[in-house]
């Protein structure tokens, strides 16, 4: 079991735009990641679809996040570059071979398929209740107050970002 | 993100042969679930390779469970089948770039990586809190004390199994 590569890059990107007063252009945010552009350009786009950025036009452009930082959790940007569905998926074993049960009778979901879903269930509820706020406080912990306020003011300055426009 | 689809089979096999009092060919379990021999051949090996169950070799040979119902865990389960790494792999995005974290100073792993870390061990201890004899104790409440006995009975008997030799 795999989470898309995306998902970290994603956050990353959140955490920093927690720290840029205004929109920061995709080309900037692959630049300070050292990432491809256009793969870098993929997550955002992503993450737009899902409502969590949002892409503003025009020569000061760039991405935003919609909401604070409070609003965000780790599960929704999980979600919106891997997907939501639950990784285990129930095939409805229990309907095949000569002991098959009757659909009829499946009127609950197997056990197996209870028992992973509410594993799925405990992994997103842990998600849930992590907010990118959350990260920024640990990130302020793990490297001082002063990282994400330099590195917001570099995502909107120079080449690439608002400055160059 | 997505489990193997073995670790569905893997689970109904093990389930299954809560209930037979003797070792069961893969062929026979292939029969029970309606698919693929060579397919869940495969399934079956990983769990023997995980020492979950084994192999009894001649002519009423087959796999048996090695230890109880209540000794195997779901997370052993899932782990056999598709292997323990983790959902999420840091790649230490915040080594790269201009404003680059000095590896010296990371000492601690990354906020994101620790809060995907965390997520991760939910899931994981959702997975061993679950045994075997837990999804028995299940189907029996679904289906009745008498399906896995004559599931068991079944398993044992007649072409495929030790009756055919």
């Known amino acids: 079991m795999k989470l898309s590569g995306g998902v970290e890059w994603a956050l990353h990107c959140c955490v920093v735009l927690t720290a840029a007063d205004e929109p920061v252009p995709a080309a900037r945010l692959a630049e300070l990641h050292d990432v491809s552009p256009s793969y870098l350009a993929k997550q955002m786009q992503a993450l737009a679809r899902a409502g969590l950025v949002r892409s503003v036009q ?3 452009g760039g991405y935003e996040l919609v909401k604070s930082a409070h609003g965000i959790t780790l599960l929704d940007v999980v979600q919106a570059v891997d997907g939501t569905s639950p ?3 129930c095939t409805e074993i229990r309907q095949r071979g000569p002991y098959a049960t009757p659909p009829e009778q499946c009127t609950k979901q197997c056990p197996i ?8 269930g405990a992994w997103r509820a842990s998600l849930a209740a992590v907010t990118v706020a959350d990260l920024v406080t640990s990130v302020e912990g793990d490297s001082g107050p002063e990282a994400l306020p330099t590195i917001g003011a570099w995502l909107t300055e120079g080449p690439g970002a608002r400055g160059s426009g």
């Open 58 to 60: 025009g020569k000061t």
């Open 87 to 89: 990784a285990f998926v």
């Open 113 to 120: 398929a209870r028992a992973m879903g509410a594993a799925d």
